[in-house]
C-alpha cells in the first residue's frame, strides 16, 4: 500500500474519543457486530501484572498494533473483584457519565478510573498505572478498559 507502514496509513494513530469506544466499539462488540479489532484485544486483565498486560498486548495485537503513549485497549468480562496475583485495582472517583455528542441528555454509558496498587493492605503501594474502565449502558457484560 503506497504511502503505508506496516499496512497502515502514514500518520496512524489509534486514538478513539470516549465516545467512541463506548458508543462504537464496546455496543458492537457487546451486539456481536464486530468481532476483533487490531487495537483492542480481548483478555481477563485481572489475571495480570500491568507490565504483563503490556506485553500481552504487544503479542496479540494484529499486527503488533504499536500503543500511543503507552495506552492499551483490552475486551474484558466485567468483574467485582479486581485483583491480580500480586496486587489490585483500586477505584479512585465516582463512575462518571459518557454522553452522546448528538444528543448531550443521552448517557451512552459510563466510565470509572482505577489505579493499580502492589501487594495487599496494609503495606501496599501505589503504582502509576491506570485503567479507564468503561461501559455500555445498557449492559452488564463486558467492559473495555483503557490502560
Known amino acids: 500500500?503506497?504511502?503505508?507502514t506496516e499496512g497502515r496509513p502514514v500518520g496512524y494513530v489509534f486514538k478513539p474519543t470516549e465516545e467512541q469506544l463506548v458508543g462504537h466499539?464496546?455496543?458492537k462488540k457487546l451486539e456481536g457486530e464486530m468481532e476483533d479489532h487490531p487495537a483492542i484485544v480481548e483478555a481477563d486483565?485481572?489475571?495480570?501484572?500491568?507490565s504483563h498486560l503490556f506485553?500481552?498486548?504487544h503479542l496479540m495485537s494484529e499486527?503488533?498494533?504499536?500503543?500511543?503513549?503507552g495506552e492499551c485497549f483490552f475486551f474484558c468480562a466485567n468483574?467485582?473483584?479486581?485483583?491480580t496475583?500480586?496486587?489490585?485495582?483500586?477505584?479512585?472517583?465516582?463512575k462518571s457519565d459518557i454522553r452522546a455528542s448528538s444528543d448531550p441528555n443521552e448517557i451512552i454509558?459510563?466510565?470509572?478510573?482505577?489505579?493499580?496498587h502492589e501487594g495487599r493492605q496494609p503495606r501496599r503501594r501505589r503504582t502509576d498505572v491506570v485503567n479507564h474502565e468503561y461501559h455500555y449502558q445498557n449492559s452488564d457484560g463486558s467492559s473495555l478498559s483503557r490502560i
Not at 500500500?1 to 503505508?4: K, P
Not at 496475583?85 to 465516582?94: A, D, N, S, V
Not at 454509558?109 to 493499580?116: D, T
Request: charged share 35%; net charge positive.
Open 55 to 57: 506485553k500481552l498486548y
Open 25 to 27: 466499539f464496546l455496543k
Open 63 to 69: 499486527p503488533e498494533e504499536p500503543s500511543y503513549e
Open 1 to 4: 500500500m503506497a504511502g503505508s
Open 85 to 94: 496475583p500480586l496486587g489490585y485495582w483500586k477505584e479512585t472517583c465516582q
Open 109 to 116: 454509558g459510563f466510565k470509572r478510573i482505577f489505579v493499580y
Open 45 to 50: 486483565i485481572y489475571s495480570f501484572e500491568p
Open 79 to 83: 468483574r467485582r473483584e479486581r485483583k
